[in-house]
C-alpha cells in the first residue's frame, strides 16, 4: 500500500530547469564555454552541480580542480538566487499537490538540487512544513541515477512511519535518471511529463502530464494493478 511520497524537486514541484540552465550558461560564458539548451537537457541534467560542472569541463578538455568546481558551484548558486528573486518558480497546481498528499501520507524529497536552494523556494511558497524529510545534494556521496538519495529519503520517512518498506512509496520525477534512481532503490514511480516527452519516461509505472494531475487514488491503484 502507499504509505509516503517522495518528490523530485526541479522539473517536477519548481519550473526551474530553465533558470538552471541560464544560470549554468552565465557562468560558463566566463570560462569561455558556451552551453547549448539541447547539450544540457540530453547530457548533463541529471548532474548535481559539481557533476555537471566535472563533466562540462571533461567534455571540453578542461582540467578543473575540486576547488575550481567549488568556485563555480558557489558562482551558479549566487546567479540562481539572483534569477528566482521576487518570482514564484512553482509549476500550477504543484503546491496544492503537495499540501493535499502531505495530508494523506508522509513526503519528503529525494533532489540533486542544493539544500538552501530547495528551502528557500519551500519556504517562499509556505510549504516547508509539509515536508518530513529534504535529501539534496550535499545530503549523499552519490547522486542520481545511483540509488542513495532515494534511500535516504525513505531512511528518513522510516524514521517518522516507525518501519517502511521501499516498495510502499512513490517517487515522482521528471527524467530517466531520477526514474532509474528511484527504481534502483525500490520505489514505486511515476514519471512527470514537465521537462521530456511521455515516451521518454516509459520506464514508470505511471505518466502523468503535469504535477496539477496527480491524482491520490491513481497512486494507491499502482499497488492494487499488482
Known amino acids: 500500500m502507499l504509505r509516503a511520497i517522495v518528490f523530485d524537486f526541479d522539473g517536477v514541484l519548481a519550473d526551474s530547469e530553465p533558470l538552471h540552465l541560464q544560470a549554468y550558461q552565465d557562468i560558463l560564458a ?5 552551453l547549448a539548451d539541447d547539450d544540457y537537457y ?4 541529471g548532474y548535481d552541480d559539481v557533476g555537471a560542472f566535472a563533466a562540462i569541463g571533461r567534455d571540453r578538455g578542461r582540467t578543473w580542480t575540486r576547488a575550481d568546481l567549488d568556485r563555480l558551484v558557489r558562482r551558479k548558486a549566487a546567479r540562481l538566487e539572483a534569477l528566482e528573486r521576487d518570482v514564484s518558480v512553482l509549476f500550477p497546481g504543484a503546491a496544492e499537490v503537495v499540501r493535499r498528499a502531505s495530508i494523506a501520507v508522509p513526503v519528503a524529497i529525494a533532489s540533486g538540487a542544493r539544500g538552501e536552494e530547495i528551502r528557500r523556494v519551500l519556504e517562499r511558497e509556505n510549504l516547508a512544513s509539509c515536508f518530513t524529510a529534504i535529501v539534496a545534494a550535499e545530503d549523499t556521496p552519490v547522486s542520481k541515477p545511483a540509488p542513495e538519495p532515494y534511500l535516504r529519503a525513505v531512511q528518513l520517512l522510516g524514521q517518522r512511519l516507525g518501519e517502511l ?3 510502499d512509496c512513490v517517487a515522482l520525477e521528471d527524467s530517466r535518471w531520477g526514474l532509474q534512481s528511484a527504481r534502483a532503490a525500490g520505489l514505486r514511480t511515476v514519471g512527470v511529463a514537465h521537462t521530456y516527452e511521455r515516451s521518454a519516461l516509459r520506464e514508470a509505472d505511471l505518466v502523468i502530464d503535469t504535477i496539477g494531475a496527480l491524482d491520490l487514488h491513481d497512486l494507491a491503484r499502482l499497488w ?3
Open 42 to 45: 540530453t547530457r548533463y541534467l
Open 30 to 34: 566566463f570560462e569561455g564555454i558556451a
Open 165 to 167: 518498506d521501499a516498495g
Open 224 to 226: 492494487a494493478s499488482t
